[in-house]
């Protein structure tokens, strides 16, 4: 029991963290957490529009946020099918983080 009551408090703790993470990503505050930002030369650094990688970021942190909430939803109550929501999420995500690349890759 207490170690679901633990288990549960991580998970939310997680979420809230990836939604406040995310909420400054799609505000363009902090440091970009882009793949394609840090394997940049610092030439490519300088002229590269980060907004679109931003956008990126924010939206698959928001999705990562929502995968931890509702496997912390799902271990205080105890909803064994609530996984089904999750790999749909993680689905998603995957899903967006491709066809964002191509549409950020299209649009250079």
């Known amino acids: ?3 679901t009551i ?10 809230t963290t990836a939604f406040v993470v995310g909420g400054l990503q799609l505000a363009e505050k902090g440091p970009l957490l882009n793949n394609s930002y840090f394997y940049a030369s610092e030439k490519e650094r300088a002229e590269m ?9 924010g939206v698959v942190l928001l999705l990562v946020g929502v ?11 105890q909803i064994r099918w609530m996984i089904w929501f999750v790999l749909l999420t993680a689905g998603v995500t995957l899903l967006y983080a491709v066809i964002s690349s191509i549409h950020i890759d299209k649009t250079k």
């Open 6 to 15: 633990i288990l549960g408090i991580l998970l939310g703790a997680i979420a």
């Open 49 to 57: 529009n980060k907004s679109p990688y931003y956008r990126q970021s």
């Open 1 to 3: 029991m207490m170690g």
């Open 67 to 77: 995968i931890f909430l509702l496997n912390c939803i799902a271990v205080f109550g």
